[in-house]
């Protein structure tokens, strides 16, 4: 498995600002990933975090609004960009540490006023 | 289109009563089914993954089974502490992305 950390654990936040958060492995990965889940919804992939390259966006999902760096094999920020309401969510960075395995961070509790 | 169904939304159960969870999914060309349990304020924890149909996972009380329409996870005689949201997910041939269902929010009373 790895340990998998993230900044901040929750932030309130204004209309209008950014936040970005920070996703720390304990080993080197290939691949990281970075999930939203809505008040009272499932998980839903936002993109994957490439070293070295730009990340690869699901539909619906998109650079401007959640821009992704991944500097390194063991961390990934995401920024959530002109916040409104409606980006009030937790989010969630996830490794592949063993192939086909998914691992989880604790997830970054956003909500915007 | 791809999809993961999940039931019952919830369940509460009395401690020691078993019970399975089911996970139906729609998907062409399936990489691999996983279970996760998922605590309130938490990150979902990885329970198993299953690759094919007739395969069987085990861990403590709870046993993962897969046929080729949908998944179940049988907890036998649960404890308070097995209190969760158990989350099933789908994986397909051609992509990393990990498609979930909405969860079944299990409860145990003592």
């Known amino acids: 498995s790895a340990v998998i950390s993230q900044k901040p654990s929750r932030d309130i936040c204004q209309r209008g600002t950014s936040l970005t958060i920070q996703c720390q492995v304990d080993?080197?990965?290939?691949?990281m990933f970075w999930y939203r889940q809505q008040p009272g919804q499932s998980l839903t992939l936002i993109a994957t975090a490439n070293q070295g390259s730009e990340a690869t966006y699901e539909s619906g999902f998109v650079i401007d609004k959640f821009p992704i760096s991944r500097p390194n094999l063991t961390f990934s920020t995401l920024t959530v960009s002109n916040m409104s309401p409606e980006d009030s969510s937790i989010y969630l960075c996830?490794?592949?540490?063993?192939?086909?395995?998914?691992?989880f961070g604790p997830g970054t509790r956003l909500t915007v006023l | 289109e791809d999809q993961v169904t999940q039931s019952p939304e919830a369940l509460r159960l009395q401690e020691g009563e078993s019970s399975s969870l089911n996970c139906s999914y729609t998907?062409?060309?399936?990489?691999?089914l996983f279970w996760y349990r998922q605590d309130p304020g938490k990150g979902p924890e990885f329970l198993f993954t299953l690759y094919s149909a007739g395969e069987e996972k085990e861990k403590e009380r709870l046993k993962a089974t897969l046929t080729k329409k949908e998944s179940f996870l049988h907890i036998t005689a649960p404890k308070p502490e097995d209190s969760a949201t158990y989350l099933c997910a789908v994986q397909k041939d051609s992509s990393y992305k990990l498609i979930f269902g909405s969860g079944t929010r299990l409860l145990v009373r003592p």
């Open positions: 080993s080197q990965v290939t691949m």
């Open positions: 998907v062409s060309g399936l990489r691999g």
């Open positions: 996830s490794v592949e540490a063993i192939p086909d395995t998914q691992y």
